[in-house]
Antibody
Framework: QLQLQESGPGLVKPSETLSLTCSVSGGPITRTSYHWGWIRQPPGKRLEWIAS???????YYNPSLMTRVTISADTSRNQFSLKLNSVTAADTAAYFCARDKYCGGDCFSDWGQGTLVIVSS | SYVLTQPPSVSVAPGQTARITCGGN??????VHWYHQKPGQAPVLVIY???DRPSGIPERFSGSNSGNTATLTISRVEAGDEADYYC???????????FGGGTKLTVL
């Protein structure tokens, strides 16, 4: 049973960098058929895909965020990470990590429980 | 970038059939996936590749995709089906993943 768990600070100051890690258990992130992604959801709002990464380091970014986002994978730790810089209050959201799997077109088959990040001074 | 449009809300009585739509340009050329999300929880994949169900998802959930509209159909709706439902596609031309705006399903 694949499990994903987000970790990172729950409070980030404006203009600083938000850093989150997703730890994957129950299977390696090195499976070639999978990518690994981050999705966020501001309170009361819609889901927004942020970025996805393959174990080999290929990256894909939401164009609306790509100037501020970096996603990376650490195969030795079976983890992948997200960095979002120059945050503002608009980046306050629940952040989810997920397995990004080819389902005839990529879908998110397994999700972490999510972590709430508040941007505030 | 590609845009998916969903109605904000759908209401249905228990035991009836709920249909939630997702619109996009030439949507039938893409594979549509559906998630439900209950308050305070992570989304759960309920339909992938237009109409396939992951293991553990009841047969009451089905999907279709034709023209510019995909539809999630929930038969014999139960109170426990009340949730937000999101459609999602992978845009092959850009390698981007796109979510619809979500539909709140209310069971009357």
């Amino acid at each position: 049973q694949l499990q994903l768990q987000e970790s990172g600070p729950g409070l980030v100051k404006p203009s600083e960098t938000l850093s989150l890690t997703c730890s994957v258990s129950g299977g390696p992130i090195t499976r070639t058929s999978y990518h690994w992604g981050w999705i966020r959801q501001p309170p009361g709002k819609r889901l927004e895909w942020i970025a996805s990464v393959s174990y080999s380091g290929s990256t894909y970014y939401n164009p609306s965020l790509m100037t501020r986002v970096t996603i990376s994978a650490d195969t030795s730790r079976n983890q992948f990470s997200l960095k979002l810089n120059s945050v503002t209050a608009a980046d306050t959201a629940a952040y989810f990590c997920a397995r990004d799997k080819y389902c005839g077109g990529d879908c998110f088959s397994d999700w972490g429980q999510g972590t709430l990040v508040i941007v505030s001074s | 970038s590609y845009v998916l449009t969903q109605p904000p809300s759908v209401s249905v009585a228990p035991g009836q059939t709920a249909r939630i739509t997702c619109g996009g340009n030439n949507l039938e050329s893409k594979s549509v996936h559906w998630y439900h999300q209950k308050p305070g929880q992570a989304p759960v994949l309920v339909i992938y590749y237009d109409g396939d169900r992951p293991s553990g998802i009841p047969e009451r959930f089905s999907g279709s995709n034709s023209g510019n509209t995909a539809t999630l159909t929930i038969s014999r709706v139960e109170a426990g089906d009340e949730a937000d439902y999101y459609c999602q596609v992978w845009d092959r031309s850009s390698d981007h993943r796109v979510f619809g705006g979500g539909t709140k399903l209310t069971v009357l």
